[in-house]
Nanobody, 122 residues
Framework: QVRLVESGGGLVQAGGSLRLSCAASGLTFSSYTMGWFRQAPGKEREFLVGIRRSGANTYYADSVKGRFTISRDNAKNTVYLQMNSLKPEDTAVYYC???????????????WGQGTQVTVSS
């Protein structure tokens, strides 16, 4: 059974930082591109960033480029999202996901975590 478990969310003031983690099990982690998405109330799920299997290639949405950084540790089956210079509009539930088809489309991702809440206060 595939499981993706996010952690590291919480409440932070604007301008602050958080580091999210996503621990994967039940799949060959190094065979999957990993992505981070978020969903705010009343909005569609939004792609943020993806990282290819080896970690050598990453791709970012314009909304987070320069502020968020994705990384992965294939030995630990874990992907990370370092979030800096957080803004109130970054408030959302953050999800990690796994796909064999790299891209930004949520429907292409095969497995999803349960999400972790990030709240940025002004």
């Amino acid at each position: 059974q595939v499981r993706l478990v996010e952690s590291g969310g919480g409440l932070v003031q604007a301008g602050g930082s958080l580091r999210l983690s996503c621990a994967a099990s039940g799949l060959t982690f190094s065979s999957y591109t990993m992505g981070w998405f978020r969903q705010a109330p009343g909005k569609e799920r939004e792609f943020l960033v993806g990282i290819r299997r080896s970690g050598a290639n990453t791709y970012y949405a314009d909304s987070v480029k320069g502020r968020f950084t994705i990384s992965r540790d294939n030995a630990k089956n874990t992907v990370y999202l370092q979030m800096n210079s957080l803004k109130p509009e970054d408030t959302a539930v953050y999800y990690c996901a796994a796909t064999r088809t790299p891209g930004e489309v949520p429907q292409h991702y095969n497995y999803w975590g349960q999400g972790t809440q990030v709240t940025v206060s002004s």
